[in-house]
């Protein structure tokens, strides 16, 4: 895309930003409390997991907060008080790390974040991303330089802060160098602008490439328990090998894993990013509920304060127990739900029931690829 075209699109999303605000045995995860030094902050603990290697990792609860479907890409946003009461509840839960990208909005889930923990930043993790962008529809990647300069300033400004705590590649730029990419984030952490380098949806090797430039401390792609790619193609091998952390992002499968979607489940057809994915149309909503079926069966084996588990609760459950490195990031709008998904810190799998339950969904065909086809979306993971 030629530089004058992206311009345009830059000063035209800050605008639309800017009215939008108007508008058991087996569990791997670490059971030592975090201790909160805030004043005034009744937070509870939770678990926690470390994302790299101990002497430079970066330490989160064990379950993170995606933040997007807040301000974005889910439907009509909920309103903003709203979505701040939302946080403030997930940080007093115990919840230390919050997902965002500049491209949610775009800005406007940057700077919810921002209102939100004006007055805690240093009691949070946040983590945000850049290089992604669509100007008018179409994707396009800009990990250059100049434009990671461009983006971690507005970010932090948005973000209502001096510092990033992790801070991710949302796509990896064909047109620049991973090696290029790395070396700036080296700038930026001696400039004090980021703590930490992560990469999303990004390939092993490229993983590889990039550490030896610049530490990573986490990757971040899509992983749940219907879209277990990176089990088979070297990304969570290479992150065990070297010591990179895993967030999970979509663990919940966009809201599928939560149990209440079936084929009359609709969209908002251009503010929902699900209706256009091929997994979530009528067809393979209904072919799924196989899926969906079988963890409402897992669900009733196991007890949550004296109730049976939830479809999300399992879904969130089996995902940590898979490796003591990954961090779920899951999604909602809706403190209820916060509250019920961090439920499944209290359900732990054998050995030999994480087997089984491995050998019984490999057998389950799920419907629907993840992005259509040959889309710039499809196009773009996995490089």
């Known amino acids: 895309m030629q530089n004058k075209t992206r311009r345009d699109f830059l000063r035209f999303s800050s605008k639309t930003a800017l009215f939008s605000i108007i508008m058991g045995s087996n569990m791997l995860y670490s059971n030592e409390n975090f201790k909160n030094k805030g004043k005034n902050m009744n937070t509870q603990s939770l678990p926690f997991r470390i994302l790299g290697k101990d002497n430079y990792g970066l330490k989160v609860s064990a379950l993170g907060l995606g933040c997007m479907g807040m301000s974005a890409n889910h439907g009509v946003p909920p309103p903003e008080k709203d979505m701040i009461k939302l946080l403030h509840e997930a940080f007093e839960l115990g919840v230390s790390y919050f997902d965002t990208a500049e491209i949610y909005g775009p800005h406007t889930n940057e700077i919810l974040l921002g209102k939100a923990f004006k007055d805690r930043r240093d009691k949070v993790v946040i983590g945000t991303k850049f290089g992604l962008y669509y100007p008018f529809g179409k994707q396009q990647q800009d990990s250059s330089k100049k434009s990671i300069f461009r983006a971690v300033d507005a970010s932090l400004k948005r973000l209502n ?19 290029e990419v790395a070396d700036t984030m080296n700038e930026l952490i001696k400039m004090g602008k980021i703590r930490h380098y992560g990469l999303s949806e990004a390939g092993a090797k490229t993983i590889r490439k990039a550490h030896k430039i610049c530490r990573i401390t986490s990757i971040q792609s899509h992983y749940s328990m219907m879209m277990r790619e990176v089990e088979d193609n070297e990304v969570l091998k290479t992150c065990e090998e070297i010591g990179i952390g895993f967030t999970a992002y979509s663990p919940l499968e966009r809201g599928f894993l939560g149990g209440l979607m079936n084929e009359n489940t609709t969209f908002h057809p251009k503010l929902d990013m699900r209706a256009s994915f091929p997994r979530f149309s009528k067809e393979a909503l209904k072919a799924n509920q196989t899926f969906i079926n079988y963890v409402r069966d897992l669900a009733k084996s196991k007890k949550v304060d004296g109730k049976d588990a939830t479809t999300a609760q399992i879904a969130l459950a089996w995902l940590l ?11 909602t709008t809706k403190i209820t739900h916060l509250k019920q998904n961090l439920g499944a810190l209290k359900i732990s799998f054998s050995k030999e029931e994480l087997q089984e339950i491995d050998k019984k969904i490999r057998t389950i065909k799920i419907l629907g690829e993840r992005y259509p086809v040959g889309s710039d979306q499809a196009k773009s993971v996995g490089l």
Do not use: G
């Not at 127990?321 to 999604?331: G, H, L, N, R």
């Open 321 to 331: 127990s898979q490796k003591d490195f990954i961090m779920p990031i899951p999604e």
């Open 161 to 179: 802060t001096d510092y990033i705590d992790l801070y991710t590649q949302h796509r990896v730029d064909t047109d620049v160098d991973i090696e």
